[in-house]
């Protein structure tokens, strides 16, 4: 909800609860202004009559209004006022009236002056003010909210300015986030911090840009080291079988090493976005491209490839996460298909499969994409391409389903970027 | 003449090994440790390759790269990076860098790519190598053993020519299979595969010569030598 709406309907719902407070409290007010006007009134004109009285001795009543009885002297009591229900002649129904009664003598003459004047009805008094209230009040609520918006238009320009600003700010390429200042304490906070939060990410960002960078830096050398001193220690020809088996362990274990922190790297930079080049890219010619490549591998293994594609789909990706995925993917089909077997691709529209024979389903196939999760105790596998595979997947929403039927493991990419 | 080689490499572990296996493979070779002390060694003398790391200690080793090319620029570049190939071998080779060698790499592998990059640049009447009863031009990307041409396909070819630029060298299965097949990210167990191209290119010298020249090292990998 908008900013505006809430703040506009807690308005509404406000003025609701004042309207009826303000209604209440006025009715009532007036009310008991009105009455004693009336009785003011009634009390001058009981005194007019008395006057009319002692001068003339006589006053012709008026009904309902003004009725002066003669009365004993034991009928009189104290001044009353009241309100009462006369039924009126004309409309013949009951209205209210304002009675005021006095008890006056005249030389030895008693009279009881009552005077009476007709009261607004209750429903009456509630109508008229309440739609006078309400006509007010509504009033004030539209001149309120027009101005709001004028008002909101112009104070959040320069927020909604940074929101965009903030929208488009980004690490690659590094561009830094200078907000508007907008006069306003809160806003102006807000921007405060935002700029301070930023620096620290970008600061962060490149720290641990740096620190990958320096990683692959500072741990190849030393395993170039290694891996060479052994390649020296190769061309020793006086060594016994068991030294001859260490040193290659050595090299081997450094080569996996140097892979896996490659392959770690690489995992890194992809979730660091630094391959976000966008190119058409035809699955059906990077496949060709890497079973050519690996041409040498599938005749060796005598494995049978092949290719069908319904469709050519253009994938719009980075040329290179599209290569190492299509890379990753063939190559663990070749790694776990037993000599002569058969490795099938087919590219449709919108996915594309590739299967290879084996003789049972995969324990855990929710577990095979995790990094160093190896099902076979393979020598040399760690489990790192498939890791992979599935983080370019993940990076272009990709999504990836196994399933073993007829002693075929079959991987299908469901793609959305077509 | 031996070829000079300047090394510039801030890791002493890896310089003087590279130092030391270059100079067993005939080169003379140059170390320096920062990109100032290169310079003002490439300034006094003359080096037909220039090993260089990119990370260095004062510096950017790209930076380095017109410097060398601007005075000798028959001068061959090989850049030796642990740098993921992905972005700085193109930046590497558009400073015209002649060569881009990602870390690990196998000495072997370092001393073809510097004989081929020898070849081209300073040697180009001599294109010619030979073993023994076998003789390889790598211009025309011929092969004549006992004076008699043979026909080798492109990667049987590689792969002698990998075998005698390392002659009575080791080669390792995985230098190997990296040279010819090139990088292998899998850690596929290659074993079986190199041991099929090794034994056919074996079986195809043996035809003509009656000789093996290819021998197996127990455990590590294989080695051309004289029968």
């Given at each position: 909800m908008k900013l505006l709406t809430k703040i506009n309907r807690s308005y509404f719902k406000y003025g609701i609860l004042v309207f009826l407070i303000a209604d209440v409290v006025i009715i009532a007010m007036s009310n008991y202004f009105l009455k004693e006007e009336i009785d003011q009134q009634l009390r001058l004109e009981a005194k007019e009559i008395f006057e009319v009285l002692k001068e003339k001795a006589e006053f012709q009543s008026i009904y309902p209004t003004d009725i002066i009885t003669p009365i004993s002297s034991s009928e009189i009591k104290t001044n009353t006022e009241k309100d009462t229900l006369i039924l009126d002649l004309y409309q013949n129904k009951l209205t209210p009236y304002r009675e005021f009664t006095t008890y006056q003598s005249i030389s030895n003459k008693h009279y009881r002056i009552t005077t009476r004047q007709m009261l607004m009805e209750f429903d009456d008094i509630l109508t008229i003010f309440t739609s006078l209230i309400s006509s007010v009040l509504l009033l004030i609520f539209i001149g309120l909210l027009l101005f709001t918006r004028r008002l909101n238009t112009s104070l959040w320009k320069t927020f909604n300015d940074n929101i965009e600003k903030i929208k488009s700010?980004?690490?690659?390429p590094p561009s830094k986030l200078e907000l508007t200042a907008t006069g306003i304490n809160e806003f102006d906070d807000l921007n405060q911090v935002l700029s301070m939060m930023s620096g620290r990410l970008e600061k962060d960002y490149t720290a641990t840009k740096e620190f990958s960078a320096n990683a692959a830096h500072e741990l190849q050398t030393p395993l170039a080291a290694i891996r060479n001193k052994c390649e020296n220690l190769?061309?020793?020809?006086?060594?016994?079988e068991k030294t001859i088996d260490t040193i290659r362990e050595i090299y081997l274990s450094a080569d996996k090493l140097s892979g896996i922190s490659k392959a770690l790297l690489l995992l890194a930079k992809i979730d660091h976005e630094q391959f976000n080049e966008r190119d058409h890219v035809s699955l059906n010619q990077i496949f060709n491209y890497w079973i050519n490549s690996f041409q040498d591998v599938i005749q060796d293994r005598n494995l049978l490839v092949s290719l069908s594609a319904a469709d050519n789909c253009q994938l719009l990706m980075d040329k290179r996460l599209a290569n190492l995925l299509i890379q990753n993917v063939l190559v663990n089909a070749i790694k776990h298909s037993k000599n002569g077997e058969e490795i099938s691709i087919y590219l449709a529209k919108d996915y594309f499969t590739i299967a290879n024979s084996g003789e049972q389903a995969i324990n855990q196939p929710e577990m095979i994409f995790n990094r160093f999760y190896t099902e076979s105790q393979n020598v040399g596998s760690t489990g790192i391409g498939l890791a992979i595979v599935k983080k370019i997947a993940d990076h272009y929403k990709i999504d990836i389903d196994y399933s073993f039927k007829d002693f075929k493991h079959l991987f299908t990419f469901k793609l959305q970027n077509c | 003449m031996k070829k000079e080689i300047l090394i510039i490499e801030d890791d002493l572990s890896l310089q003087k090994i590279l130092a030391d296996y270059l100079s067993s493979c005939g080169f003379q070779c140059t170390c320096a440790e920062l990109i100032k002390d290169g310079k003002s060694l490439f300034d006094k003398k003359f080096f037909h390759i220039v090993l260089l790391d990119l990370g260095l200690p004062d510096g950017e080793?790209?930076?380095c790269i017109s410097f060398i090319k601007s005075i000798w620029s028959d001068t061959g570049v090989i850049i030796i990076s642990a740098r993921d190939k992905l972005e700085d071998r193109v930046d590497g080779l558009n400073l015209g860098a002649d060569d881009y060698l990602v870390k690990p790499f196998h000495l072997s592998e370092l001393n073809a790519r510097i004989n081929a990059l020898v070849r081209r640049n300073f040697q180009a009447e001599n294109q010619v190598l030979s073993f023994g009863e076998l003789e390889i031009d790598t211009r025309s990307h011929q092969v004549r053993i006992r004076n008699e041409q043979v026909d080798f396909s492109r990667k049987e070819f590689d792969l002698l020519l990998y075998f005698i630029e390392n002659k009575n060298r080791v080669l390792t299965k995985e230098s190997l299979f990296e040279h010819v097949w090139g990088e292998n990210p899998i850690f596929m167990d290659n074993s079986d595969f190199i041991y099929t191209h090794i034994n056919r290119l074996r079986k195809k010298i043996k035809n003509h010569t009656g000789e093996n020249y290819i021998k197996t090292v127990h455990g590590f990998g294989y080695k051309l030598d004289n029968p």
């Open positions: 700010y980004s690490f690659t190769f061309s020793d020809s006086n060594l016994d | 080793g790209l930076d």
